[in-house]
């Protein structure tokens, strides 16, 4: 796959990660405006991710190494629908196991996450998760659909499946507050995932798979297939445990403290996921392929290029986040009962966020390389120590900055998991001759400059805050347009490789389209 396809492929699921954002933030809107940043809103955040993050633990771990393992055996199309079909019916299993004991004690997992919550609150966040540890199956068994659709380079077709979860998370928060029944909140949850495991298992028969059940565990390939996941899985926990922690240091904090740490963290997941990850999900099975092939500088030569491209992209986005992150949060959330104070206390968490707009999106694209390398030992390493010093900085920063010294050390943690990776995935390929995009950085810095000047006038010399909604709708379009322009003007003036691959990238799109 070319620099330019990759590209290209990436736009698409760019694009595709809009259209599920949109849907995941009109339910963050829902909830916001339907119960505000309160008792019921933090028990669904909390009941909501659970089981993704407990299940990630698995999940996306198995789904990560299910690539690598999958492009590297030997036994033919026969043999890999086969590895596929074992995969699932072992996650299915564990699903069903879960979902079996986790249904009866449900409190155990609330406490994990959120011990210090208040009775009411654990009382009706243990309710929810009654009902939604259900979902278990559905949510494991669909993350491995999906790295097969990527195997088969439908990347768009994987990137919109979380959508029927969210329509059905919309709908139940909707109803259940007019029928005073929060219990639909669990049961529309449920709904949605069940939706998304037969959309998935459609997609993957259009492209030529149908699930047999198989169980046989003495495969080769699910050796291997273990051996990778473990690692991951401690990876993955590690990672997790970041979100886990800073719910219980916030539970500790004023009501709504949970909440305005999600939302904001949900908003910087949007740039993260939209451009890190879009990138990384394309990379990673053409970087699986070339590993099997032995192909290492290709490897080198694909996530130099990758970086260099991608700064561009990341610097404007951060800047932009942390110039309007108080109209960013009144336009996504500041409805019903999210007063003006959550929309503070929120943006306040969005600015200290906006670090891993670049550290989290970098990082992903090289936990990928050494993946596909099956070199899953060195990140979980590096996930470890940085857990340890996030730890450390959350309590020194939570007592004089509450919320903000949360979202902080997250960031400053991220960055530095970002250097370490990058220095130990040097040592393993080489040089990745970084520095031969110096002067692109510096043209780069430069229109981010002007960009960041005039933006950040605009938020000071205009009204974006003191009128009603629609005016802060009106005049944050605006100010994104005129910062976009300048950017796009100034990268075209400097004649810039950013300018010439986006107008590649934007003439494929558009043959594509015709």
């Not at 691959?501 to 594509?512: A, E, H, I, P, Y």
Request: aromatic fraction near 8%.
């Amino acid at each position: 796959m070319k620099q330019k396809s990759i590209l290209t492929s990436a736009a698409l699921v760019a694009v595709a990660t809009v259209l599920v954002r949109l849907f995941g933030f009109l339910r963050e809107l829902v909830l916001a405006a339907t119960y505000g940043a309160g008792t019921v809103s933090d028990a669904f955040v909390v009941a909501f991710t659970v089981p993704d993050i407990v299940l990630a633990l698995v999940a996306s771990s198995a789904a990560t190494a299910f690539i690598p393992t999958y492009t590297h055996m030997e036994s033919g199309e026969n043999g890999n629908l086969k590895f596929t079909s074992n995969v699932l019916t072992i996650l299915a299993l564990i699903g069903l196991i879960f979902s079996g004991v986790f249904s009866f004690v449900p409190q155990a997992l609330t406490f994990l996450f959120a011990s210090n919550l208040d009775e009411e609150t654990f009382a009706l966040t243990t309710s929810l998760l009654r009902i939604m540890v259900w979902a278990a199956t559905p949510v494991l068994i669909t993350r491995i659909f999906q790295s097969y659709l990527q195997i088969q380079k439908a990347f768009f077709l994987a990137a919109v499946m979380t959508i029927p979860v969210n329509v059905a998370a919309i709908i139940a928060i909707a109803l259940s507050k007019p029928a005073g029944m929060t219990a639909i909140l669990g049961y529309g949850v449920l709904a949605g995932s069940i939706l998304k495991l037969l959309y998935m298992l459609l997609a993957a028969n259009r492209k030529g798979y149908t699930y047999r059940p198989a169980l046989n565990l003495r495969m080769p390939e699910l050796r291997v297939f273990f051996i990778m996941t473990l690692p991951i899985i401690f990876t993955t926990l590690l990672s997790e445990l970041t979100q886990i922690i800073d719910r219980n240091f916030a539970s500790s904090l004023v009501s709504g403290s949970i909440s305005s740490l999600n939302y904001a963290h949900r908003t910087v997941n949007l740039f993260t996921t939209l451009i890190g990850m879009s990138v990384a999900t394309v990379l990673f099975p053409r970087m699986s392929e070339l590993s099997a092939q032995g192909k290492t500088d290709e490897i080198r030569k694909h996530i130099s290029s990758c970086l260099i491209k991608l700064v561009p992209v990341l610097l404007p986005a951060m800047i932009g986040v942390i110039l309007l992150a108080d109209p960013i949060v009144r336009i996504m959330f500041e409805r019903g009962d999210f007063t003006s104070a959550a929309t503070k206390r929120t943006a306040e968490c969005l600015i200290m966020y906006a670090g891993k707009i670049i550290a989290v999106s970098i990082s992903d694209i090289l936990k990928r390389a050494m993946f596909s390398m099956h070199d899953t030992k060195t990140p979980a390493i590096i996930t470890a120590v940085t857990l340890a010093f996030g730890i450390l900085l959350k309590i020194i920063l939570i007592r004089p900055l509450a919320h903000i010294g949360l979202a902080l050390s997250t960031s400053i943690t991220a960055i530095l998991a970002t250097l370490l990776m990058l220095s130990a995935l040097r040592k393993r390929l080489g040089s990745l001759k970084l520095k031969t995009g110096n002067w692109e950085w510096v043209k780069t810095l430069a229109a981010t400059i002007v960009m960041g000047t005039v933006v950040g006038l605009g938020v000071r010399l205009l009204p974006v805050m003191s009128g009603g909604t629609m005016q802060t709708v009106i005049l944050t379009m605006g100010l994104v347009l005129v910062g976009v322009g300048i950017y796009t003007l100034s990268h075209a003036i400097m004649k810039t490789m950013f300018f010439r691959d986006m107008t590649g990238v934007v003439k494929s799109l558009l043959s594509r389209k015709s």
